[in-house]
């Protein structure tokens, strides 16, 4: 039993030399793993590095010009807005008879006429 002992205290040098080896060869590839990972490849699209920005700040009173675009941006979005929710409005005039709660249907002569509604109002607009 105390040879067992002895022979294991001899061991334990070695586990450890091996265990801090091992460690040392993990931080190593954890490394070259994270900067590849973190700096990307060389042949990498880098688009993700050039994300535009969603926010811009709002034009203070004296920029006139920025003022009118965000005005003029508005009132486009707004238009188109409106064009969609009139052609759902047209196309629920124009549904054919045999309706049902889940779908409803348009007939061809109906598509023709909405289609030259929604011409006249986007013409109008």
């Not at 039993?1 to 993990?26: I, Q, V």
Request: a negative charge; proline letters at 4%.
């Amino acid at each position: 039993m105390a040879n067992n002992k002895t022979a294991h205290r001899k061991d334990l040098p070695r586990e450890r030399l091996a265990s801090e080896e091992k460690r040392a060869e993990e931080t190593e590839l954890f490394t070259k793993y994270y900067s590849e990972r973190k700096g990307g490849e060389k042949g990498e699209d880098d688009s993700f590095k050039h994300i535009p920005c969603f926010y811009y700040r709002l034009p203070a009173e004296d920029e006139v010009l920025l003022q009118k675009l965000r005005e003029e941006s508005r009132a486009l979005q707004v238009r188109e807005h409106f064009i969609g929710l009139n052609l759902w409005f047209l196309l629920d005039m124009h549904q054919v008879p045999p309706t049902s709660a889940d779908e409803a249907m348009i007939s061809y002569e109906s598509f023709l006429k909405v289609g030259e509604k929604k011409r006249y109002c986007i013409l109008i607009l």
